[in-house]
């Protein structure tokens, strides 16, 4: 059973490009988490969707950034216009229930630079 | 808002010797659950140990185990026998217990750097 898988690993942009980062949760998990790890910081919840609905989005910013699990393929975090502050690792997390009892699995990360 | 506070950046441990990392909390909820997560050079969040809220006795996970203090809202992370594989960012998280919506987010400290010294 392959884990959870996150592409790519490392992604370059130029200021004003968009970036799309791709989630494969592990077989046969429906919710998937989004966090993003700025320098020397912990990871920050970004979102939270189960198959076709985002559930949680308290922790994404208002604008530029926007996040789609569809009921086919993987989840994708998506940031148009991007800027310098967006630079920063990109983790997803996925788990086969939302319950208090269930260990959820993170992938590698994407690290995304903005230049 | 729940909040987790690591204190200790760095520490440094001899191979072989025993190391504690230290993490506080804050929480109005009565009900949650702490978990350790360790962050190797490569990225990758492992984790190391859970702790249930509810339960009294301390979690062990071979070489690792907790000091949860709930009163103290403290749950430190005691390493034995400390490996030069031991060497990465540990992170401290919280999550509450419960279903669906924010409930089932974890909130990170912001992580103490282990170097291991041969």
């Known amino acids: 059973n392959a884990g959870v898988m996150q592409n790519p690993r490392h992604l370059v942009r130029r200021r004003g490009q968009e970036a799309r980062l791709r989630c494969s949760p592990m077989?046969?998990?429906?919710?998937v988490y989004w966090y993003r790890q700025l320098p020397e910081e912990g990871l920050k919840f970004m979102v939270y969707?189960?198959?076709?609905?985002?559930?949680?989005e308290s922790g994404m910013p208002k604008e530029r950034f926007s996040a789609e699990f569809p009921k086919e393929g993987p989840s994708i975090l998506r940031i148009q216009q991007v800027v310098r502050g967006d630079s920063a690792a990109y983790f997803c997390?996925?788990?086969?229930?939302?319950?208090?009892?269930?260990?959820?699995?993170f992938g590698q990360g994407t690290r995304l630079t903005v230049v | 808002a729940q909040t987790v506070t690591q204190s200790q950046p760095e520490m440094s441990v001899q191979e072989a010797e025993t190391v504690t990392l230290s993490c506080t909390y804050d929480?109005?909820?009565?009900?949650?659950?702490l978990f350790w997560y360790k962050q190797p050079p490569s990225r990758q969040m492992i984790l190391v140990i859970r702790?249930?809220?509810?339960?009294?006795q301390n979690a062990t996970e071979n070489r690792f185990s907790v000091n949860f203090q709930k009163a103290a809202k403290s749950f430190s992370l005691k390493i034995s026998d400390s490996q030069l594989g031991d060497a990465a960012m540990y992170f401290c998280?919280?999550?509450?217990?419960?279903?669906?919506?924010?409930?089932?987010?974890?909130?990170f400290g912001k992580g103490t750097k282990l170097s291991v010294k041969p």
């Open positions: 997390a996925s788990s086969s229930t939302a319950g208090f009892d269930t260990e959820a699995f």
């Open positions: 077989k046969g998990h429906s919710h």
């Open positions: 969707l189960q198959k076709e609905n985002i559930i949680d």
């Open positions: 929480t109005s909820e009565s009900d949650y659950y």
């Open positions: 702790q249930e809220a509810y339960k009294q």
């Open positions: 998280a919280y999550r509450s217990a419960g279903y669906g919506g924010s409930q089932g987010n974890l909130i």
